[in-house]
């Protein structure tokens, strides 16, 4: 590990995150959602507090946070922006490779602008024509003397409009392979897309490689290990940061019509008088806090590295991006008309959840691996 190179940031907590969320970001979350972007003071503000990296390591300039205080903080996050969450998952996904699997120099060169936020990092794997199918993917990395040429087009990456530093997955001579490629290399060309469905202010684009030509210090991890470890590793902090967003989802859901029906009424009488909205508010609580659990449960064995957070993180996507898309359809139910517009935040929770059901493996791909696993454990 190399030495301290910069001053380490100051260790955030599910506490300090949530004062930040309060202050920083729900009062203008609708309002980024509606500009597709999110403006770079709060870029610099996120750094500030330090919640672009914490996990990192303090000789890296990170605060070592732990994993399950990581999930609470993309949690609070979650709650106040899905956008903004999904700016720290893409940083965190490369964050974290770097770390697991960069070299020494790789960690030094990177490693503190990442933890620092001066260096914003993208993860780039779908295609126009694939998904999280390693096997579909048409970009190539081709040997090209000391190092690598790279050619073809990324889709659907998150924070692409900005992101400094991008983590590349695309097809070696025999499999997949990982590739550090800074944006301002010759040959990387950046597209926005706008107008999505949710997470509006996401800022993805798809991102073009003609040509690119890189140093052998761009491979990430050794050549034919990007896809069965390097990939399998980031999209599971992928899947543990959307999980923590999907809890967040279902907090924001609960508060929002908590606070509505204590101020409208029906009729004279109040709704959160009427058993029928008591009923959604008692399903959105206890849906929380299951999902919460599932979270923490697989943030612990994260800690613990243990190779049974994998299905865990599985399970606590699962549970908590459907419970997300479920009470947010209901909490639009609760305000009525007045949940159909874009003077409520319910509507984009509804646009957001739907998000979350397919990124980081689709709810379909989660009930198939879930099943798979419990039919594993019955073979003697």
Same mark, same amino acid.
């Given at each position: 590990m190399p030495e301290v190179l910069t001053a380490p940031v100051r260790a955030p907590g599910r506490g300090s995150a949530r004062a930040f969320v309060d202050e920083h970001v729900?009062?203008?979350a609708d309002a980024? $959602?509606?500009?597709?972007?999110?403006?770079?003071?709060?870029l610099d503000k996120l750094a500030e507090a330090g919640l672009w990296a914490p996990f990192l390591p303090p000789a890296l300039g990170g605060a070592g946070t732990d994993m399950v205080t990581l999930g609470e903080i993309h949690e609070e996050v979650g709650r106040g922006c899905s956008s903004v969450?999904?700016?720290?998952?893409?940083?965190?996904?490369?964050s974290w490779a770097l770390l697991r699997f960069g070299t020494e120099a790789q960690q030094h060169r990177w490693g503190p602008d990442l933890a620092s936020g001066r260096v914003l990092g993208a993860f780039c794997l779908s295609e126009p024509g694939a998904g999280s199918d390693t096997a579909a993917i048409t970009t190539t990395a081709t040997p $090209?003397?000391?190092g690598w040429r790279l050619d073809g087009l990324k889709k659907w990456t998150t924070n692409g409009q900005r992101a400094d530093l991008f983590l590349v997955f695309a097809k070696g001579p025999a499999s997949t392979v990982a590739l550090l490629v800074p944006r301002?290399?010759?040959?990387?060309?950046v597209t926005p897309i706008d107008d999505i469905l949710g997470t509006r202010s996401s800022m993805l684009a798809s991102i073009g490689f003609d040509g690119v030509r890189l140093g052998a210090d761009a491979l990430l991890g050794p050549s034919g290990f990007a896809s069965g470890m390097v990939l399998t590793g980031t999209l599971d902090l992928g899947r543990y940061s959307?999980?923590?967003?999907?809890?967040?989802?279902?907090?924001?859901c609960a508060d929002a019509c908590a606070d509505y029906t204590t101020r409208r009424t029906v009729g004279g009488t109040p709704l959160k008088d009427l058993p029928l909205i008591q009923a959604k508010l008692s399903d959105m609580v206890t849906d929380v806090r299951a999902a919460r659990l599932l979270l923490a449960e697989a943030g612990r064995l994260k800690d613990r590295g243990d190779s049974a957070t994998i299905m865990a993180t599985w399970v606590a996507k699962y549970f908590a991006s459907t419970a997300a898309a479920k009470h947010a359809s209901e909490a639009v139910q609760v305000h009525g008309a007045n949940g159909c517009s874009g003077d409520y935040p319910v509507?984009?929770?509804?646009?957001d959840s739907k998000v979350m059901e397919i990124i980081e493996g689709s709810t379909e791909i989660q009930r198939m691996t879930i099943a798979a696993e419990a039919y594993r454990k019955q073979v003697p």
């Amino acid at each position: 590990m190399p030495e301290v190179l910069t001053a380490p940031v100051r260790a955030p907590g599910r506490g300090s995150a949530r004062a930040f969320v309060d202050e920083h970001v729900v009062p203008f979350a609708d309002a980024w $959602d509606k500009a597709g972007r999110i403006p770079e003071d709060l870029l610099d503000k996120l750094a500030e507090a330090g919640l672009w990296a914490p996990f990192l390591p303090p000789a890296l300039g990170g605060a070592g946070t732990d994993m399950v205080t990581l999930g609470e903080i993309h949690e609070e996050v979650g709650r106040g922006c899905s956008s903004v969450r999904s700016l720290l998952t893409v940083h965190t996904m490369l964050s974290w490779a770097l770390l697991r699997f960069g070299t020494e120099a790789q960690q030094h060169r990177w490693g503190p602008d990442l933890a620092s936020g001066r260096v914003l990092g993208a993860f780039c794997l779908s295609e126009p024509g694939a998904g999280s199918d390693t096997a579909a993917i048409t970009t190539t990395a081709t040997p $090209d003397g000391d190092g690598w040429r790279l050619d073809g087009l990324k889709k659907w990456t998150t924070n692409g409009q900005r992101a400094d530093l991008f983590l590349v997955f695309a097809k070696g001579p025999a499999s997949t392979v990982a590739l550090l490629v800074p944006r301002d290399t010759p040959g990387v060309t950046v597209t926005p897309i706008d107008d999505i469905l949710g997470t509006r202010s996401s800022m993805l684009a798809s991102i073009g490689f003609d040509g690119v030509r890189l140093g052998a210090d761009a491979l990430l991890g050794p050549s034919g290990f990007a896809s069965g470890m390097v990939l399998t590793g980031t999209l599971d902090l992928g899947r543990y940061s959307v999980a923590a967003g999907s809890v967040g989802i279902i907090q924001a859901c609960a508060d929002a019509c908590a606070d509505y029906t204590t101020r409208r009424t029906v009729g004279g009488t109040p709704l959160k008088d009427l058993p029928l909205i008591q009923a959604k508010l008692s399903d959105m609580v206890t849906d929380v806090r299951a999902a919460r659990l599932l979270l923490a449960e697989a943030g612990r064995l994260k800690d613990r590295g243990d190779s049974a957070t994998i299905m865990a993180t599985w399970v606590a996507k699962y549970f908590a991006s459907t419970a997300a898309a479920k009470h947010a359809s209901e909490a639009v139910q609760v305000h009525g008309a007045n949940g159909c517009s874009g003077d409520y935040p319910v509507a984009r929770f509804y646009r957001d959840s739907k998000v979350m059901e397919i990124i980081e493996g689709s709810t379909e791909i989660q009930r198939m691996t879930i099943a798979a696993e419990a039919y594993r454990k019955q073979v003697p």
